[in-house]
T-cell receptor
Framework: DGGITQSPKYLFRKEGQNVTLSCEQNLNHDAMYWYRQDPGQGLRLIYYSQIVNDFQKGDIAEGYSVSREKKESFPLTVTSAQKNPTAFYLC?????????????FGSGTRLTVV | GIQVEQSPPDLILQEGANSTLRCNFSDSVNNLQWFHQNPWGQLINLFYIPSGTKQNGRLSATTVATERYSLLYISSSQTTDSGVYFCAVEPIKAAGNKLTFGGGTRVLVKP
């Protein structure tokens, strides 16, 4: 079955550590996205990528980094510069273009700072 | 940037009731989507509806692009309809295919 796989489901980070969240898709989608969701809030865009080896900052990119070396993969690193990283992180993909085919989301990673 | 406001923020329904959720946006859009987030966090795309009306089972949606709002109708609600409903838009002026989400409407359907 085609879809998006995010791992791990739960992640605990110590103060000052960098952690990397995995996102893999086998939908052959060109575009991929990372969103952050805080409790009771909507989703905010962190980074997005429309093609391999290219990505752009979203609305809240500070303290995060990404790479897009393969079409299927778009890992997100939460760096120690991100002062409040505890949140639910969602990865999505779309065919691209006008987005008329909609987004497909992964099941998310819950990150907690301990 | 574009503002997306959803109302009501919270909705409690008795099973079998009908309801209407609203999404207002502050600029012209070429992409509007409705999503449902279940209690475990999974987001499912319900509709791609930048204009017009669509129906899928007990759910339907209408977007009036000229007046910058969209409505999501839930008929004969079931407990499985509980969760958070998000509206997300892409402004015509924006570069790249990326969505801005509203704050959501939290729906609880009681048996």
């Amino acid at each position: 079955d085609g879809g998006i796989t995010q791992s791990p489901k739960y992640l605990f980070r110590k103060e000052g550590q960098n952690v990397t969240l995995s996102c893999e898709q086998n939908l052959n989608h060109d575009a991929m996205y990372w969103y952050r969701q805080d409790p009771g809030q909507g989703l905010r865009l962190i980074y997005y990528s429309q093609i391999v080896n290219d990505f752009q900052k979203g609305d809240i990119a500070e303290g995060y980094s990404v790479s897009r070396e393969k079409k299927e993969s778009f890992p997100l690193t939460v760096t120690s510069a991100q002062k409040n990283p505890t949140a639910f992180y969602l990865c999505a993909s779309s065919i691209g273009g006008t987005g008329r085919y909609g987004y497909t989301f992964g099941s998310g990673t819950r990150l907690t700072v301990v | 940037g574009i503002q997306v406001e959803q109302s009501p923020p919270d909705l409690i329904l008795q099973e079998g009731a009908n309801s209407t959720l609203r999404c207002n946006f502050s600029d012209s859009v070429n992409n509007l989507q409705w999503f449902h987030q279940n209690p475990w966090g999974q987001l499912i795309n319900l509709f791609y509806i930048p204009s017009g009306t669509k129906q899928n089972g007990r759910l339907s949606a209408t977007t009036v692009a000229t007046e910058r709002y969209s409505l999501l109708y839930i008929s004969s609600s079931q407990t499985t309809d509980s969760g958070v409903y998000f509206c997300a838009v892409e402004p015509i002026k924006a570069a790249g295919n990326k969505l801005t989400f509203g704050g959501g409407t939290r729906v609880l359907v009681k048996p």
